[in-house]
């Protein structure tokens, strides 16, 4: 058994005695359905064509039997139809649950080769499909079978020739099937990924929708959005060509059968070794036969779409985390916020060019130092390595004298707080984004954080204050307004560490002044890395690094640094005259 069938089976489990029941009923549906016929050819050849003086009485009697066969055919349905569907829907949700689980271990060098609209259609439409299988394909598959089996067993008793005719169509029907079952997978395979690229391009355009209006380019979005869903058409025209040619062959080869049946049926009739009531009988049972064969079209169909959702969604489930805990990781307790670069290299992929090569450095606890330099040279990834964001190439980290990767992955990213100059908050309220970076805060606790980010007196401005809904990322916000929260939401944290991504370089003057008062209140006593454009928010810092592609070009106070005339001297006096 492979793997991804153990996996896919592995979430049965918790709903064992559903699927049991499930199984039971449809075997009495099965079962129901086999007798019904017999009872009719109970009353048809033994009750009609009999001497009984008590015809009425018996009809009456296997009509009452047939009666409570019925209600117990619609009881057992209906059990097997909503409890087997409820049963797939959680099974679904199990999955859905893992997934956006294991979404979230993914390390960033996963999501920066990914479109987050892809993801989406494996979260949602492949899952779908999967939960049908999962309900379908046990209860499906049991009553064929038994259906089958019991038509074979009892057509075989009244007419073993002509039964044996019948099933001589099946080889050519399961081959049929096979063939345009495997052209159905591919074509549904192809299918999916446009769905995904669908729903990738609608993100696209949608979170960038003031964009696209502010340049007036909607029309370039609704060319791109066009290509996309034609391919999604094209794509469709070829799945639904797949189905029809399935669909509409196993109904001729189903018709066949039944022309077949009558015509060898009334050769039997006129050769004298067939009864016409067994001819209605075996008619009857060839109808039921109908209808396992449906359903294994029907199976067929859904282990396309099921199974091609399976394993999109195993493709994902199957990839590792690039960062985990090792063994024998710690939890970390106190925390004072020494950090040590130790002959640190780093690339971002094997065919990369270095990003950062045998750079060393130390920072002291308690310790203010700026990164700055031209793009390109590495200080944002510098940062990014210290959280374990990405894991360093070549050397280490130390932190108060520990590799980090000794350390407990989230306890790690808990002493640790990072403001970036894209600011991401999530649709809901003020006081919900600011409780992020301390799930469980009081207001008192987020109303306190608020007013040290200086953020307190615009929040009491906003329609309903704390309770004020901000919008998807912040829609309602400024970006000044945006930054003083993700700070607040730092304070709330305190962490002994943190890190400052260019968190100033998109505001106006006012709001940069804000937010570099609310930044200064925040670093005090902290160990603080701050990447600065701007070369006027990082004259207070205690050490300056001025980074190039070589590495640390030079590094000291501000007045030391203008004073030497270097690198960092000539940055400045550009700024100024700029």
Do not use: W
């Not at 793997?3 to 559903?18: D, I, N, V």
């Not at 024998?328 to 130790?342: A, D, M, R, Y």
């Not at 002493?415 to 600011?423: A, C, K, L, S, Y």
């Not at 700070?487 to 570099?516: G, M, Y």
């Amino acid at each position: 058994m492979s793997s991804r069938l153990q996996k896919f089976l592995s979430y049965y489990k918790p709903y064992r005695g559903t699927l049991a029941l499930d199984l039971i009923c449809a075997f009495i549906v099965a079962a129901i359905t086999l007798t019904l016929p017999l009872c009719i050819g109970l009353i048809t050849k033994n009750i009609l064509e009999g001497q009984s003086p008590h015809k009425l009485s018996q009809i009456l009697l296997v009509g009452a039997l047939m009666l409570g066969l019925v209600a117990l055919y619609a009881v057992c349905n209906y059990f097997a139809d909503f409890q087997g569907h409820m049963m797939g829907s959680r099974m679904e949700a199990d999955m859905r649950r893992d997934l956006f689980a294991h979404f979230q271990k993914l390390s960033f060098s996963f999501y920066d080769s990914q479109r987050t609209g892809q993801l989406m259609s494996r979260l949602t439409n492949d899952l779908y499909n999967i939960g049908e299988l999962a309900h379908h394909a046990p209860e499906d598959l049991a009553i064929a079978v038994v259906k089958a089996v019991g038509v074979f067993v009892i057509l075989a008793t009244v007419n073993l020739k002509l039964t044996l005719m019948v099933f001589l169509f099946l080889p050519p029907m399961l081959a049929f099937a096979l063939y345009s079952s495997h052209q159905m997978r591919q074509a549904l395979q192809v299918m999916r990924r446009r769905i995904g690229d669908i729903n990738a391009q609608v993100e696209d355009t949608l979170a960038g929708i003031r964009v696209v209006q502010s340049f007036g380019n909607q029309e370039q979005e609704q060319h791109k959005f066009d290509q996309q869903n034609q391919r999604f058409l094209d794509s469709m025209r070829q799945s639904h060509r797949a189905e029809m040619l399935f669909s509409n062959g196993m109904t001729a080869f189903t018709q066949l059968l039944t022309v077949a049946v009558a015509v060898f049926g009334g050769s039997a009739i006129a050769g004298g070794s067939l009864g016409l009531p067994d001819l209605v009988t075996y008619l009857l049972y060839v109808g039921i036969l109908v209808d396992p064969i449906n359903r294994f079209v029907n199976l067929a169909r859904l282990f396309q779409e099921g199974g091609t959702g399976f394993e999109r969604f195993a493709e994902i489930m199957e990839i590792e985390p690039e960062i985990q805990d090792r063994e024998g990781t710690i939890e970390l307790n106190h925390v004072p916020g020494n950090v040590q670069f130790k002959n640190l290299t780093f690339r971002y992929h094997e065919d990369h060019d270095y990003v950062l090569k045998d750079l060393s450095l130390s920072i002291r606890a308690g310790e203010f130092v700026a990164l700055v330099g031209p793009s390109g040279v590495g200080k944002t990834t510098l940062c990014s390595l210290i959280p374990r964001f990405y894991e360093v190439t070549e050397g280490k980290i130390l932190l108060d004298g520990r590799d980090i990767r000794d350390i407990k992955l989230s306890s790690l990213r808990q002493h640790i707080g990072v403001v970036q100059q894209e600011v991401y908050l999530f649709a809901g309220t003020v006081a919900e984004n600011i409780r992020y970076g301390k799930l469980g805060a009081t207001h008192e606790e987020i109303v306190e954080a608020a007013k040290k980010a200086n953020a307190h007196q615009f929040i009491l401005a906003l329609p309903e204050g704390y309770d004020t809904d901000i919008g998807q990322r912040g829609v309602k916000l400024s970006g000044g307004q945006k930054q003083r929260l993700s700070i607040a939401r730092v304070f709330l944290k305190n962490p002994p560490i943190l890190i400052f991504d260019e968190a100033t370089s998109a505001l106006d003057n006012e709001s940069e002044r804000a937010v570099q008062n609310s930044m200064e209140r925040l670093t005090n006593n902290r160990t603080t890395l701050v990447i600065a454009h701007r070369l006027s928010t990082v004259r207070k810092a205690g050490r300056i690094l001025v980074l190039s592609d070589e590495g640390i070009a030079e590094q000291g106070t501000h007045e030391a640094l203008v004073r030497a005339g270097g690198v960092y001297a000539n940055l400045y006096s550009t700024q100024l005259r700029n």
